[in-house]
């Protein structure tokens, strides 16, 4: 097994009116669940699209599990869910798993797709008609196609979209599954909090320009520690005698927001006491992956 199953050099794609993809470098590790994150029209889909050769890139090239990115036979060991796709209503699940492996020109396999159809959790629905699902469940179906091939690389284009609260579990649990048997999986998805629970590390992408590679744990332990502090009213000479103090606290409701590590919390204490104010209830405030992308972004919207 290669050490690093993606490698993209400054890739490019430039349109008349406007650059998709601007000098993006990317090294995506072996055995890895690797995030990609950004906002509506920050180039995610056309780096994805690059990398699969199905959009040719203004400048830039890639390697993909060892092989160029050009080379048709590594295809086979790749696996890919668009964010958008769509499967004739009138064939069967097992049908359309049957057809996609004829197009990979893989053997016929009842017990492979019988296989797959397990671990999506659609083997109940094997002769049912693609009309007759929900769009949770095609999109189920949409992983099983991508899965049939038993690849070792996984393109997830929002995989977990239009699924219940139970259909992302499970999906969460398959991917981890995938990932111990020591499959990559480059995964796109506006569902943080999904992503903070798989992802070893994560990219940041915005107008087209990479932001941020690193790991998650990277990420959320940089970040500045704070409190929750939960009181009934904070009096404005209170929050003037801490400011001058150098604390501060910020109304979020329900409860004021503390900036400041855990060292500082006896002095206000201190400072609440002596105005009486009433503390129920203080808790550490955990920096969440979608905190961090929010403030990311918007720091990097306010620098141009």
């Known amino acids: 097994m290669v050490s690093n ?19 993006v470098s990317l090294i995506v590790r072996s055995g890895e669940i690797f995030g990609f994150l950004g906002p509506n029209g920050a180039g995610k889909s056309t780096v994805i699209k690059i990398l699969l050769g199905l959009v040719s890139p203004t400048a830039g090239t890639a390697r993909l599990l060892g092989h160029s990115y050009r080379d048709v036979q590594i295809r086979q060991q790749i696996g890919y869910l668009p964010e958008l796709f769509r499967y004739p209503p009138w064939l069967t699940v097992h049908e ?13 396999d009842p017990k492979r797709i019988e296989e797959v159809l397990n671990q999506v959790g659609l083997i109940s629905r094997y002769h049912s008609r693609v009309k007759s699902l ?16 038993n690849p070792q690389l996984l393109f997830l284009d929002e995989p977990t979209s239009a699924m219940d609260p139970l259909g992302r579990h ?36 915005d107008r087209g320009e990479i932001l941020y590679t690193g790991s998650l744990t ?11 502090i939960f009181v009934e009213h904070i009096p404005q000479e209170c929050l003037t005698a801490l400011h001058a103090e150098g604390l501060h606290l910020r109304w979020v409701g329900p409860y004021w927001h503390f900036p400041h590590p855990r060292s500082d919390l006896p002095r206000l204490h201190q400072i609440l006491h002596q105005y009486a104010v009433l503390v129920y209830e203080v808790e550490e405030d955990k920096r969440s992956l979608e905190q961090w992308f929010r403030e990311r972004l918007h720091h990097d919207h306010e620098m141009l």
């Not at 359309?96 to 893989?106: E, K, N, P, T, Y």
């Open 5 to 23: 199953a993606i490698e993209a050099v400054a890739l490019k794609k430039i349109y008349p009116k406007r650059i998709a993809v601007n000098n």
């Open 96 to 108: 359309v798993l049957s057809q996609h492996q004829q197009l990979a020109l893989l053997p016929h």
């Open 134 to 149: 929900s769009k949770g469940l095609q999109q189920r179906l949409g992983l099983a196609v991508a899965l049939i091939g």
């Open 170 to 205: 499970d999906i969460t649990q398959l991917l981890k599954a995938c990932r111990a048997q020591g499959r990559t999986i480059f995964l796109n998805s506006h569902l943080l909090s999904d992503m903070e629970n798989l992802c070893d590390r994560v990219a940041l992408i």
């Open 218 to 228: 990277s990420i959320l332990e940089r970040q500045t520690p704070s409190y929750r």
